[in-house]
């Protein structure tokens, strides 16, 4: 591997990726994953990844606000737009529901903890429940992965052209992914672009480390109908040998990856229902 990049904040700020959260994309019926069962079972080694649409009726909004906690509520206010505030409540009110339905707890009754980077965990009395998670959204989805097994990531992204996709791989990954991004056709670029950056996202949240030193030195699969496979780490972490990564194709145009230090695993994907109206 070559040597490493170091990317600024500014420069990550930089990246078309605010274009994820400009318009609604999604309707609930785009959401390929069935309905959950009345009482998800999540034994020891299930993962269980839901997905929730973010663009909510006012009712069904409300639902949500109202089992945020005053910090969570106050962070959503300080979004500039409106469709960012609400899809942020969205966010956190579904990722509250449905651990709450894992813990049989109300979903304000829970705290969170965060890490370094924003990584959020469960604290207080659920401190020791042994429930990893991780949530993820882009545009009007969100995807919230579940597991006891350890650690767990997922990150999600709206495919969609990208103009300067060339430059960033080149900047920003590895030299055999660039070489490999290179030849590949025009019409192949986006998704592989994608695949590249959900890919690796998500092993860096089931980390905990941020983006910014560690991005070119994780090497991932990425070509276009490739199976995700974590294929190089940095020195300091453990042997790929001992991570799983998988693909997720939650809503037409939308790809996604979930990971976890854990081989041995069986996933299931739900669709977050739609809260009932206050």
Known sequence: MGEALTIERQEIASWPFDELTSSRVTMPNDILWPLPPAQPNLSATDVHVWAAQLDLSPGALASLAAILDEAESARATRFRSHTHQNRFIAARGALRSILGTYLDCAPDELQFDYGAHGKPALTGRFAECGLFFNLAHSEDLALLAVTRLGPIGVDVERVRPM?????????????????????????????????????????????????????????????????????????????????????????????????????QFSICNFQFPIPKLL
Do not use: M, Y
């Not at 695949?195 to 980390?207: D, P």
């Not at 194709?249 to 081989?263: E, R, S, T, Y």
């Open 163 to 263: 103009a300067d996709a060339d430059e960033l791989v080149e900047r920003f990954f590895s030299p055999r992914e660039n070489a490999l991004f290179q030849q590949l056709s025009c019409d192949k670029k986006n998704v592989a672009f994608f695949n590249l950056w959900t890919r690796k996202e998500a092993w860096l949240k089931a980390t905990g480390e941020g983006i910014a030193h560690s991005l070119n030195r994780v090497e991932v699969t990425f070509l276009p109908g490739e199976p995700a496979q974590l294929l190089s780490l940095p020195e300091c972490s453990d042997s790929t040998e001992k991570w799983a990564l998988h693909e997720l194709l939650p809503a037409p145009g939308f790809d996604g990856a979930v990971a976890l230090p854990n081989l």
